[in-house]
């Protein structure tokens, strides 16, 4: 009972929730990294898987891309860049994070978005052109929209391993939720480590929570991605 007390004692003190080491900065940190890195990993992957769909090219690419995502640990990323942010000058700073966060992030939506707008109904596409459709106008208005299901499922998951991830900012003297968790295993101290593994649990829940509750506003009408049920994701593996 006694760990379960200091449990609920540090999350009911106000000196864990104020200040540069307080719950809400680590917190607001953690978001902010996350949030950066997905978006980026969007704006590099999508625009080109989505115009290789729409050519029906660039399969092996595409299969190239998603193995090496399952191939490659995240942490294998952070150390490799960890040593390069020193020889920059960055120090102690979150950029390996960012970039193993962004490397995580892009084979799924690469995939899914090549996948998602290559498999798009023959005929719907056929129709679009039959209606005068220009090649442009197919994609944005016929391929894309019918793809979007799979695309922003595929960005859910993308956003909910970057947040369970960020946590191995940690260990190259990042901050984070992560941070309770290493110190936590540094001090010998179960109280941090639990509630490190809490935080980001929750976080990762309310992300998903997050994206699900916005497809009523990014997906098409009457679409929606619990309709999904023969897509298998590439970030699942």
Excluded: C
């Excluded at 992957?45 to 995240?74: C, D, E, K, T, Y």
């Excluded at 979150?94 to 892009?106: E, G, Q």
């Excluded at 909910?160 to 010998?188: C, E, K, N, P, S």
């Excluded at 994206?211 to 897509?231: R, Y």
Aim: proline letters at 4%; charged letters at 10%.
């Amino acid at each position: 009972m006694s760990f379960f007390s200091d449990v609920v004692a540090f999350f009911t003190s106000a000196e864990s929730w104020s200040g540069a080491d307080g719950i809400l900065i680590r917190t607001f940190d953690h978001v902010r990294i996350s949030v950066f890195a997905v978006a980026v990993a969007v704006l590099l992957g999508l625009p080109i898987a989505v115009w290789l769909g729409h050519q029906r090219r660039g399969a092996f690419l595409a299969i190239s891309i998603a193995n090496i995502g399952r191939a490659i640990p995240s942490f294998g990323i952070v150390a490799l860049a960890f040593p390069i942010a020193l020889r920059l000058g960055l120090g102690f700073s979150s950029w390996p994070t960012f970039v193993a966060l962004v490397a995580l992030a892009i084979p799924p939506i690469f995939t899914n978005g090549y996948t998602a707008v290559r498999e798009v109904s023959p005929a719907a596409v056929e129709a679009s052109v039959g209606m005068g459709m220009t090649d442009l106008e197919v994609l944005t208005h016929t391929e894309i929209p019918l793809a979007m299901p799979v695309i922003w499922t595929a960005i859910r998951v993308s956003a909910v391993q970057v947040v369970a991830t960020a946590t191995l900012g940690a260990v190259v003297g990042w901050g984070g939720l992560g941070r309770y968790v290493i110190d936590g295993f540094a001090q010998g101290n179960e109280v941090l480590v639990f509630v490190g593994a809490i935080l980001v649990a929750t976080l990762s829940v309310v992300t998903d929570q997050a994206f699900a509750a916005a497809e009523k506003w990014v997906l098409p009408q009457g679409i929606s991605s619990k309709d999904l049920t023969q897509v298998e994701l590439g970030a699942h593996g």
